[in-house]
């Protein structure tokens, strides 16, 4: 429920940001292109195959990725099929790059399902191209015998679109790669906005008490989040109506050929780098194996260090054009201080509208900068946060009862996400 009234937020706050006009394909359910090969050959021999699930809170849920895993296993009991779940939720593309290594590629996956249309929603199309081009040349550079498959959700905003005859903005910007690369792709929201226009289908309601039975059926709660016996099922219905195309598209298994690509300046190179002591100046602890927060995130944040006090910085130099944070968001937040190649330090804080918990997130450092070797500094500051007028109204009444989660003011850092190389 965290990360689905955060996700709420974040579409509503991108959707509100004017947008250049941007061709929208037209809507089509699936699209085989070249299909998946490997995968094809590995299930006909029988093999165990590793599927991937990169993407957001909608792929986190227990829902279509559970339900097509369970889909495979039936249709094909040849074959063995072990999931790997690498979903955050109220995160896109622009972090799911950065962690692929981490998150997929270390697990050796066949086959890789990439799920960012809904938070990638507000992201411009040359963002959306850098970041998913990424991915797809990331994946191949670790394996090009890895199948890959874009898979397109929505939510109520998208609806106008897809009723119209187009897919939604964010999902026709990675067309463009699918074509390039020759992917195929779901779109997972055609069948449901057919069905919402027919009347068989409601969007956004209360959930029923019996929503199984439920006519017509309820989609979601918050016109977001599919409900796992109706919008999730529909989604993972559309794999299997899909899977007979994609099949005969399947030609011969081997290597996926690797054009040049779309945009020279993609996030090919993006990387998740492990934090090292050398980095940290001042009072920091790394927190051990059954701290509550490192128990939480171990399984994106394998390290996870809290600055002590006041002072306490993170330092570090690297060539390339982009660096962030892999960090939490949480009540305990403080005011960061980020200065880039010792100009003026910009600040930012640690806590937002919605931290009434803790929240992995990402602190942007630098962009887009020349290629060239940077020096980084990130200090916590002295700085109070009025934390209770950050929050949103509705949250400020939690603050009032529980005060004293807020008194600190600190930074937990799990990671570097760069664009370039470390400069040791």
Same mark, same amino acid.
């Given at each position: 429920?965290?990360?689905?009234l955060f996700l709420v937020w974040l579409v509503a706050a991108q959707c509100a940001f004017?947008?250049?006009?941007?061709?929208?394909?037209?809507?089509?359910?699936?699209?085989?292109?070249?299909?998946?090969?490997?995968?094809?050959?590995?299930?006909?021999?029988?093999?165990?195959?590793?599927?991937?699930?990169?993407?957001?809170?909608?792929?986190?849920?227990?829902?279509?990725?559970?339900?097509?895993?369970?889909?495979?296993?039936?249709?094909?009991?040849?074959?063995?099929?072990?999931?790997?779940?690498?979903?955050?939720?109220?995160?896109?593309?622009?972090?799911?790059?950065?962690?692929?290594?981490?998150?997929?590629? *270390?697990? %050796?996956?066949?086959?890789?399902?990439?799920?960012?249309?809904?938070?990638?929603?507000?992201?411009?199309?040359?963002?959306?191209?850098?970041?998913?081009?990424?991915?797809?040349?990331?994946?191949?550079?670790?394996?090009?015998?890895?199948?890959?498959?874009?898979?397109?959700?929505?939510?109520?905003?998208?609806?106008? %679109?897809?009723?119209?005859?187009?897919?939604?903005?964010?999902?026709?910007?990675?067309?463009?790669?699918?074509?390039?690369?020759?992917?195929?792709?779901?779109?997972?929201?055609?069948?449901?906005?057919?069905?919402?226009?027919?009347?068989?289908?409601?969007?956004?309601?209360?959930?029923? %008490?019996?929503?199984?039975?439920?006519?017509?059926?309820?989609?979601?709660?918050?016109?977001?989040?599919?409900?796992?016996?109706?919008?999730?099922?529909?989604?993972?219905?559309?794999?299997?109506?899909?899977?007979?195309?994609?099949?005969?598209?399947?030609?011969?298994?081997?290597?996926?050929?690797?054009?040049?690509?779309?945009?020279?300046?993609?996030?090919?190179?993006?990387?998740?780098?492990?934090?090292?002591?050398?980095?940290?100046?001042?009072?920091?602890?790394?927190?051990?194996?059954?701290?509550?927060?490192?128990? *939480?995130?171990?399984?994106?944040?394998?390290?996870?260090?809290?600055?002590?006090?006041?002072?306490?910085?993170?330092?570090?130099?690297?060539?390339?054009?982009?660096?962030?944070?892999?960090?939490?968001?949480?009540?305990?937040?403080?005011?960061?201080?980020?200065?880039?190649?010792?100009?003026?330090?910009?600040?930012?804080?640690?806590?937002?509208?919605?931290?009434?918990?803790?929240?992995?997130?990402?602190?942007?450092?630098?962009?887009?900068?020349?290629?060239?070797?940077?020096?980084?500094?990130?200090?916590?500051?002295?700085?109070?946060?009025?934390?209770?007028?950050?929050?949103?109204?509705?949250?400020?009444?939690?603050?009032?009862?529980?005060?004293?989660?807020?008194?600190?003011?600190?930074?937990?850092?799990?990671?570097?996400?760069?664009?370039?190389?470390?400069?040791?």
């Amino acid at each position: 429920m965290r990360y689905s009234l955060f996700l709420v937020w974040l579409v509503a706050a991108q959707c509100a940001f004017s947008q250049e006009p941007f061709p929208l394909r037209d809507a089509v359910e699936c699209t085989p292109r070249e299909g998946l090969p490997n995968v094809k050959a590995k299930i006909e021999a029988g093999d165990s195959l590793k599927i991937g699930y990169l993407g957001g809170s909608i792929t986190a849920a227990s829902g279509w990725r559970v339900q097509s895993r369970d889909w495979f296993a039936e249709t094909y009991p040849e074959a063995t099929f072990e999931e790997i779940h690498a979903a955050i939720g109220g995160t896109g593309s622009d972090l799911g790059v950065f962690r692929l290594h981490n998150d997929v590629l *270390r697990h %050796d996956p066949d086959l890789v399902f990439v799920e960012f249309a809904v938070n990638d929603g507000g992201a411009a199309p040359e963002r959306i191209h850098k970041s998913m081009e990424g991915i797809v040349r990331q994946i191949w550079k670790f394996n090009p015998e890895i199948d890959i498959c874009f898979v397109y959700t929505l939510t109520d905003k998208m609806l106008g %679109d897809l009723h119209a005859g187009k897919m939604p903005r964010a999902a026709s910007a990675m067309e463009v790669l699918a074509d390039h690369y020759a992917i195929p792709s779901i779109h997972f929201g055609v069948k449901v906005a057919a069905m919402e226009k027919s009347g068989e289908l409601v969007f956004k309601a209360p959930k029923p %008490d019996n929503i199984a039975e439920a006519k017509p059926l309820v989609f979601s709660s918050d016109g977001v989040h599919p409900h796992t016996e109706t919008g999730h099922r529909i989604y993972s219905e559309t794999i299997a109506r899909s899977w007979p195309a994609i099949w005969a598209a399947s030609g011969k298994a081997g290597a996926h050929s690797v054009p040049a690509p779309v945009r020279e300046d993609n996030w090919e190179n993006a990387k998740q780098v492990a934090i090292t002591p050398a980095m940290l100046k001042g009072a920091w602890t790394k927190l051990d194996e059954e701290h509550t927060l490192a128990k *939480r995130f171990r399984k994106n944040m394998p390290t996870l260090y809290k600055a002590d006090e006041a002072g306490a910085s993170l330092e570090f130099k690297f060539e390339g054009t982009t660096a962030s944070v892999f960090d939490l968001l949480g009540p305990d937040g403080g005011l960061l201080k980020v200065q880039i190649d010792g100009g003026d330090a910009k600040s930012v804080k640690r806590i937002d509208g919605y931290c009434t918990y803790h929240r992995m997130s990402k602190t942007g450092l630098a962009s887009e900068l020349p290629s060239q070797i940077h020096e980084v500094k990130v200090t916590l500051s002295d700085e109070k946060i009025d934390k209770r007028n950050v929050l949103f109204e509705k949250n400020r009444e939690y603050f009032d009862k529980n005060e004293d989660r807020y008194k600190e003011h600190t930074w937990y850092a799990g990671s570097l996400l760069i664009i370039g190389d470390i400069v040791k």
